[in-house]
T-cell receptor, first 115, second 118 residues
């Protein structure tokens, strides 16, 4: 079985400052890990995914995440927050590459951007 | 590309009635579609995996007779909530995995359907 734990339910940062959203995972096998973003009234959008290639994964909109096996972590970062980044972020794990099996979602982190 | 639609976006129904939600892949074919449920301010929980032309696979604790899933074509899966009760009120989200192509291993999500049972 696999699971993810998002350590913060809410994160508030000022516009222009760095963003850090934390995620730890648990998996019996080598997992695939993802970050999805959910804007109000919009479908989930894939930000980035790790599937056992490079441990530092770059995604869309300036986001990136680093897979650290020793720490079982997959934290999401962005150097400079923008107002449009305000949304709900989900860390997700899958035993397959992400397409063949249902995804296991974390509880989500609500990112608030202060002007 | 890779757009998934859901219809309706919102539905309100009376307790005891049945509601059908459609999930369509608009610009790709999807052998596999998934149905998730999201309670307010909570995470998404996988309900079932739907494969075109075969029976859906339900997650533990999900009643297959209550949540009927049909995946009759490579672009359409439907979820029917039968004899709906207020506790079925939730946000239902589908996703679809393209058959082949560069995105064969990624799920694309629909915008969700808000079900309210009175």
């Amino acid at each position: 079985a696999q699971s993810v734990t998002q350590l913060d339910s809410h994160v508030s940062v000022s516009e222009g400052t760095p963003v850090l959203l934390r995620c730890n995972y648990s998996s019996s096998y080598s997992p695939s890990l993802f970050w999805y973003v959910q804007h109000p009234n919009k479908g989930l959008q894939l930000l980035l995914k790790y599937t056992s290639a490079a441990t530092l994964v770059k995604g869309i909109n300036g986001f990136e995440a680093e897979f650290k096996k020793s720490e079982t972590s997959f934290h999401l970062t962005k150097p400079s927050a923008h107002m449009s980044d305000a949304a709900e972020y989900f860390c997700v794990v899958s035993l397959s590459g992400g397409g063949a099996d249902g995804l296991t979602f974390g509880k989500g982190t609500h990112l608030i951007i202060q002007p | 590309g890779a757009v998934v639609s859901q219809h309706p976006s919102r539905v309100i129904c009376k307790s005891g009635t049945s509601v059908k939600i459609e999930c369509r892949s608009l610009d790709f074919q999807a052998t596999t579609m998934f149905w998730y449920r999201q309670f307010p301010k909570q995470s998404l929980m996988l309900m079932a995996t739907s494969n075109e032309g075969s029976k859906a696979t339900y997650e533990q604790g999900v009643e297959k007779d209550k949540f009927l899933i049909n995946h009759a074509s490579l672009t359409l899966s439907t979820l029917t909530v039968t004899s709906a009760h207020p506790e079925d009120s939730s946000f239902y989200i589908c996703s679809a995995t393209p058959t082949g192509g560069d995105s064969y291993n990624e799920q694309f999500f629909g915008p969700g359907t808000r079900l309210t049972v009175l």
